[in-house]
């Protein structure tokens, strides 16, 4: 009898082995589904062993990249830097415009008390770690709750927004880039202050969406935070717009960003730590 | 157990390369999924209980690190870890262009689980899109990928531990 089911699990063992694993894979997508920014005792544990191999060969393939920056290119470096200098220059000047119409700015928001909206503390990160999917577009930074970072703050680099906190362990965090299927951000169009929800394509790229229809938006406008939801300080650039989709029916349009953040090329990023929220009386 | 450990080491290193040094990839969106290929691996060459429990670890693993929702990638390599053990005694799998193949066309099978998954629990539009933008040159990738990886795979481990592999 016991040989007849012995025999019996043998011969059904890869089914049984597939059904009881198998469903154990959903119970898991179904348990988590409803709490995405918790990571439970063994995520993190799991996190922070393999973090430290994650940074130390990042760190070793950047080093290698700046040594091959540093002599192959050796040969464009004259060339290069001739036309640096004269970046320099034209940013030099951009820079004052920009300076005085950032004092302008400010002492008009002074009057109109909106300075709470303003970050106080930021706080700098490394990037180690990529997804290790080609579906999500999230990064791991090394930079945890022990450093004061927590679920849902705002994630920026000196050219634009890159996403906010996901989820995080006691020395690393997850960050959902903007440029993930699952992330949107309130914005509106610098220029002629057209307002819509900007969404990630999967790709490097993002989409405005929900701008009404009769609203002005041109290729080649730039798109900025909202400031609305508290996330992101109002301001912030997001990228700028280069296709826009009008159809004869309806009541938005649509349109494609390009972002002014380079992901591919991002290694550092800055953790807005502390942010007054946006409120609308 | 203990001659499955340098599988651990080998699921542990695919995903710290493939969340750091693969990242650099020349096409920025997609990379070579090396720990699919150690699924199939595992599918072709493990014993099925465990086969299983490292395919769940290396899905499980990928979840960590990946966004979204928990679980997807754990689901998806368990499932291709089945499908290889099933399809396996009909074919000649020393011939790296049945690797290659049998890898490629299991890439695409994951990809439409991913895309069911997240189809059924958040609403995204245009589901479609990403077979063309991540599915097709990932599988491509990866299959190319496939046969060095697991000529690879079988190197480390007779290396570890001397172990002559099937």
Same mark, same amino acid.
């Given at each position: 009898?016991?040989?007849?089911?012995?025999?019996?699990?043998?011969?059904?063992?890869?089914?049984?082995?597939?059904?009881?694993?198998?469903?154990?894979?959903?119970?898991?997508?179904?348990?988590?589904?409803?709490?995405?920014?918790?990571?439970?005792?063994?995520?993190?544990?799991?996190?922070?062993?393999?973090?430290?191999?994650?940074?130390?060969?990042?760190?070793?393939?950047?080093?290698?990249?700046?040594?091959?920056?540093?002599?192959?290119?050796?040969?464009?470096?004259?060339?290069?830097?001739?036309?640096?200098?004269?970046?320099?220059?034209?940013?030099?000047?951009?820079?004052?415009?920009?300076?005085?119409?950032?004092?302008?700015?400010?002492?008009?928001?002074?009057?109109?008390?909106?300075?709470?909206?303003?970050?106080?503390?930021?706080?700098?990160?490394?990037?180690?770690?990529?997804?290790?999917?080609?579906?999500?577009?999230?990064?791991?930074?090394?930079?945890?709750?022990?450093?004061?970072?927590?679920?849902?703050?705002?994630?920026?680099?000196?050219?634009?927004?890159?996403?906010?906190?996901?989820?995080?362990?006691?020395?690393?965090?997850?960050?959902?880039?903007?440029?993930?299927?699952?992330?949107?951000?309130?914005?509106?169009?610098?220029?002629?202050?057209?307002?819509?929800?900007?969404?990630?394509?999967?790709?490097?790229?993002?989409?405005?969406?929900?701008?009404?229809?009769?609203?002005?938006?041109?290729?080649?406008?730039?798109?900025?935070?909202?400031?609305?939801?508290?996330?992101?300080?109002?301001?912030?650039?997001?990228?700028?717009?280069?296709?826009?989709?009008?159809?004869?029916?309806?009541?938005?349009?649509?349109?494609?960003?390009?972002?002014?953040?380079?992901?591919?090329?991002?290694?550092?990023?800055?953790?807005?730590?502390?942010?007054?929220?946006?409120?609308?009386? | 157990?203990?001659?499955?450990?340098?599988?651990?080491?080998?699921?542990?290193?695919?995903?710290?390369?493939?969340?750091?040094?693969?990242?650099?990839?020349?096409?920025?969106?997609?990379?070579?999924?090396?720990?699919?290929?150690? *699924?199939?691996?595992?599918?072709?060459?493990?014993?099925?209980?465990?086969?299983?429990?490292?395919?769940?670890?290396?899905?499980?693993?990928?979840?960590?690190?990946?966004?979204?929702?928990?679980?997807?990638?754990?689901?998806?390599?368990?499932?291709?870890?089945?499908? *290889?053990?099933?399809?396996?005694?009909?074919?000649?799998?020393?011939?790296?262009?049945?690797?290659?193949?049998?890898?490629?066309?299991?890439?695409?099978?994951?990809?439409?689980?991913?895309?069911?998954?997240?189809?059924?629990?958040?609403?995204?539009?245009?589901?479609?899109?990403?077979?063309?933008?991540?599915?097709?040159?990932?599988?491509?990738? *990866?299959?190319?990928?496939?046969?060095?990886?697991?000529?690879?795979?079988?190197?480390?481990?007779?290396?570890?531990?001397?172990?002559?592999?099937?």
């Amino acid at each position: 009898m016991v040989e007849k089911e012995i025999s019996i699990f043998r011969r059904y063992r890869v089914s049984i082995f597939a059904v009881i694993f198998l469903t154990t894979a959903l119970l898991t997508i179904s348990s988590r589904i409803n709490n995405v920014g918790r990571l439970a005792f063994i995520d993190w544990a799991l996190l922070e062993i393999t973090s430290p191999f994650q940074k130390a060969i990042t760190y070793s393939t950047d080093a290698i990249g700046n040594l091959i920056d540093s002599y192959v290119f050796l040969v464009n470096l004259k060339r290069e830097n001739v036309a640096l200098r004269k970046m320099v220059a034209e940013l030099r000047k951009e820079n004052n415009l920009l300076m005085e119409k950032a004092i302008t700015s400010e002492r008009l928001r002074n009057l109109l008390q909106f300075s709470k909206k303003i970050p106080r503390s930021m706080l700098p990160a490394q990037i180690i770690g990529i997804d290790p999917s080609s579906w999500f577009r999230t990064i791991l930074i090394d930079k945890g709750t022990k450093h004061g970072v927590n679920r849902g703050m705002a994630v920026v680099s000196p050219e634009g927004i890159v996403g906010h906190v996901l989820q995080t362990s006691p020395h690393y965090s997850k960050v959902l880039l903007i440029t993930d299927f699952n992330s949107s951000v309130d914005a509106i169009v610098q220029r002629s202050r057209a307002k819509g929800l900007v969404e990630g394509n999967g790709d490097n790229r993002c989409r405005l969406k929900y701008a009404e229809r009769t609203q002005d938006i041109q290729p080649g406008d730039r798109v900025i935070t909202s400031g609305l939801g508290g996330r992101y300080p109002k301001g912030l650039m997001i990228g700028t717009i280069s296709k826009i989709q009008k159809k004869s029916y309806g009541l938005f349009q649509y349109a494609e960003i390009m972002l002014n953040v380079n992901f591919g090329k991002l290694e550092e990023v800055f953790v807005i730590t502390e942010t007054h929220p946006v409120e609308i009386q | 157990m203990k001659k499955n450990l340098p599988l651990v080491g080998l699921i542990f290193l695919s995903l710290v390369v493939q969340t750091t040094a693969l990242g650099a990839f020349p096409h920025q969106l997609t990379k070579p999924d090396l720990l699919l290929i150690l *699924t199939v691996y595992l599918g072709l060459y493990s014993s099925p209980l465990a086969g299983a429990i490292l395919a769940f670890l290396a899905g499980y693993m990928m979840d960590i690190f990946s966004g979204s929702i928990f679980g997807v990638q754990t689901f998806s390599k368990t499932a291709i870890f089945f499908l *290889t053990i099933l399809i396996k005694d009909r074919f000649y799998v020393e011939n790296p262009l049945f690797q290659a193949g049998i890898i490629f066309s299991f890439s695409i099978i994951e990809g439409f689980i991913v895309i069911s998954i997240l189809g059924m629990v958040s609403p995204i539009e245009n589901l479609l899109s990403p077979f063309f933008l991540f599915i097709i040159p990932q599988s491509l990738i *990866t299959g190319l990928i496939g046969p060095f990886f697991i000529a690879l795979i079988k190197r480390v481990l007779i290396l570890s531990h001397g172990e002559s592999v099937k």
